[in-house]
């Protein structure tokens, strides 16, 4: 069965500063898909990226980076001189096809507050 | 904006009453799924539909729990006589791009509706 942990409940940064929020993941599957969702305190759920398990090549997208490893099941998601407007929480979600379908399996979220 | 829309965001109700939500994907997109989120956890996956057809079932889903999504538009969720363990904001959420094995899971939220069960 696919699982998902981030570890961290909470985090809080001062502005600017770096900061990464961990996910660690489980599946038996070899093609699996990894995410990234953001959710504001509005509420809905905002894609951010998708990796596929046989690109492990990192991503950076302005100040968000994302550090796939498959030797360590983890796909962490650095953002670089963090705004208040980063506050929120984030998830990390995997979908595979272990229930013939993919269908995300979310973790239980990382709220980052970002004070200015 | 077409993006996903729900209704209504704000749902209060006593015990044994029944409720149901809508919610309105995006019009291109083929799949819909319905999740549930409790507080400071992540959002827990109920049902989807590929077009009409009702794929998958959690098993979170009750037998009180029906959803539907007649000709492959808008769905349905209703839930029947409410307990106060269904407090919970229900979150729809629409994809498209092909079959059940095509569909990698990047998926389009609504802002969900929120149920609070007196």
């Known amino acids: 069965a696919q699982k998902v942990t981030q570890a961290q409940t909470e985090i809080s940064v001062v502005e600017k500063e770096d900061v990464t929020l961990d996910c660690v993941y489980e599946t038996r599957d070899t093609t699996y898909y990894l995410f990234w969702y953001k959710q504001p305190p509005s509420g809905e759920l905002v894609f951010l990226i998708r990796?596929?398990?046989?690109?492990?090549q990192n991503e950076i997208s302005g100040r968000y980076s994302w550090n796939f490893q498959k030797s360590t099941s983890s796909f962490n998601f650095t953002i670089t001189a963090s705004q208040v407007v980063d506050s929120a929480v984030y998830f990390c979600a995997l979908s595979d096809l272990s229930g013939g379908s993919y269908i995300p399996t979310f973790g239980r979220g990382t709220s980052l507050i970002v004070h200015p | 904006d077409t993006g996903v829309s729900q209704d209504p965001r704000h749902k209060i109700t006593k015990r044994g009453q029944n409720v149901t939500f809508r919610c309105d994907p995006i019009s291109e997109h083929n799949r819909l799924y319905w999740y549930r989120q409790t507080l400071g956890q992540g959002p827990e996956f109920l049902t989807y539909f590929q077009n009409e057809a009702q794929l998958e079932k959690s098993r979170l889903l009750s037998d009180r729990f029906s959803a539907e999504r007649p000709k492959g538009s808008f769905s349905t969720l209703e839930i029947q006589r409410t307990e106060q363990g269904d407090s919970a904001m229900y979150l729809c959420a629409s994809s498209s791009r092909g079959g059940p094995k095509q569909n990698t899971g990047e998926l389009f939220f609504g802002e969900g509706s929120r149920l609070t069960v007196l």
């Open positions: 990796r596929n398990s046989f690109d492990e």
